[in-house]
């Protein structure tokens, strides 16, 4: 490993931790991942993140760019490498009357906390310590996705430094190219500093959550499919099944019901009432923040197996069925499933680099095991997964955890990765920031 002088960082403001340090078993660490940098800079503003970025690529030193920390794969942290932290540079202020802008290493709940006086609201994840540039960068699928699309559709402009500590203003009429690839195509192509968003006006969320015995399975899948492919737009939805944390095979079934604007959640409750008995039914009227879940740290000697498959109309029911199935049988993930559709498949597939548009469908599933045990569940995972890839097209980069080969390369379809290959060629030819799916300059063509 190269030597760290600290001249190099003698105008460095933030914080340098080293694994000699008293918080460096922390800071080495995200909530999902676990590795030994050799350097963990916390950059306090952009012209310390500009001599971050020229001390990474200078040092020959493999760069990890961390904003929240919640990358399944770990991105946001490396083995004998540098870690760039955003943490510090994460102010958000409102710029207009809906244009806010964010700090590179903001999390969601912050992001809420400003807009929720103003009645305002950006379709993000389902989690408030998530951070918002690692969503952002790779879609934003949450309980707004089917009225408000993804987060990436409401991003207007971002500011960038570059692989060569340049800082750029990024948007539809400054670097365009650039402004295409930043929307799905994750962090391949610099450090994010600041985004700005449009938000959308949505003062309260009606929140409808059902449980089920997980026996009904095969009734709950199918009808909440149906239900959801004509359920009007302000309504978004996400199904939980075989929940390892309560009571795996036997846990009940959790419908989640979101709607975004002033109507009612009467006809999505009663068509779930008609599929089976519900266990528990609550719902409520609260401001959007109220709906996020707190993230978790993945305890110390647990190794996390995430893996998602985007589903088409046409394949739908039948992955309904598949995943009723799989839910009765012993097996050790969560499965998860969200509706799409709505403003989400109102974008064209070539207008951003997130490409699945046509989806109606997003099938996850989540286990954790001990690093000694980690093989085994992950080949019962590729299992499982032998059944669903019968149905899916395509994989979401935010919910993989690098594992798979197959769904790791159906992030992006070809003519999107062809596209930005040529792209990280033109702001990144040393491939700098390679903690990502996103394809490497030398694989352009």
């Not at 999902?32 to 050799?38: C, D, K, S």
């Not at 409401?154 to 690839?181: I, N, P």
């Not at 995430?306 to 046409?314: D, E």
């Not at 999107?416 to 700098?432: C, M, W």
Request: overall charge negative; aromatic content about 6%.
């Amino acid at each position: 490993m190269p030597a760290i002088r600290e001249d190099q960082l003698a105008d460095f403001t933030g914080a340098i931790v080293t694994p000699d340090s008293s918080d460096y078993p922390q800071a080495a660490r995200t909530a999902l991942a676990f590795a030994e940098p050799a350097l963990i800079l916390r950059p306090v503003d952009v012209a310390d993140v500009q001599r971050a970025v020229r001390f990474a690529a200078a040092s020959d030193l493999p760069l990890a760019v961390r904003g929240g920390g919640h990358s399944a794969a770990g991105l946001g942290t490396i083995d004998a490498g540098v870690v760039i932290d955003l943490g510090a540079i994460d102010s958000v202020e409102m710029l207009g009357d809906r244009r806010v802008r964010v700090g590179g290493g903001a999390l969601w709940r912050q992001v809420a906390e400003v807009l929720a006086p103003h009645g305002l609201v950006i379709s993000s994840g389902d989690t408030a310590e998530v951070g918002v540039g690692g969503l952002t960068l790779s879609g934003g699928i949450g309980w707004l996705v089917r009225q408000h699309g993804l987060a990436l559709d409401h991003l207007r402009a971002a500011e960038l430094v570059t692989a060569d500590g340049s800082v750029l203003r990024v948007d539809d009429f400054h670097h365009a190219d650039l402004f295409w690839a930043l929307r799905g195509g994750g962090g391949a192509y610099g450090v994010v500093t600041a985004f700005e968003f449009e938000a959308q006006p949505t003062p309260q969320v009606t929140f409808a959550s059902l449980t089920f015995p997980a026996e009904q399975a095969r009734q709950i899948v199918p009808a909440w499919t149906r239900y959801m492919r004509t359920a009007p737009d302000a309504i978004s939805s996400t199904l939980v099944l075989s929940n390892p944390f309560n009571g795996g095979v036997d846990a009940p079934i959790e419908a989640t019901f979101s709607r975004c604007d002033a109507g009612a959640v009467d006809d999505a409750l009663a068509a779930m009432r008609s599929a089976g008995a519900p266990l528990t039914e609550h719902v409520s009227r609260v401001p959007y923040a109220e709906t996020l879940h707190q993230g978790n740290e993945l305890p110390a000697g647990l190794r996390i197996a995430l893996r998602n498959g985007f589903v088409s109309a046409a394949s739908a029911d039948a992955a309904a069925d598949a995943v009723a199935d799989i839910a009765a049988t012993e097996q050790p993930a969560s499965i998860v499933v969200h509706s799409l559709g709505g403003a989400f498949g109102r974008i064209p597939a070539e207008a951003t680099a997130f490409a699945h548009r046509d989806a109606e469908l997003m099938v996850s599933t989540f286990a954790a095991a001990p690093e000694s045990a980690y093989e085994a569940l992950r080949a019962r995972m590729d299992g499982v997964w032998q059944t669903l890839s019968r149905f899916t097209d395509g994989a979401y980069a935010n919910s993989l955890d690098g594992t798979a080969a197959d769904a790791v390369a159906s992030v992006y379809p070809e003519s999107t990765r062809n596209r930005l290959a040529e792209i990280k060629g033109s702001y990144d030819p040393s491939n700098v920031f390679s903690r990502t799916f996103a394809p490497s300059p030398e694989s352009a063509r």
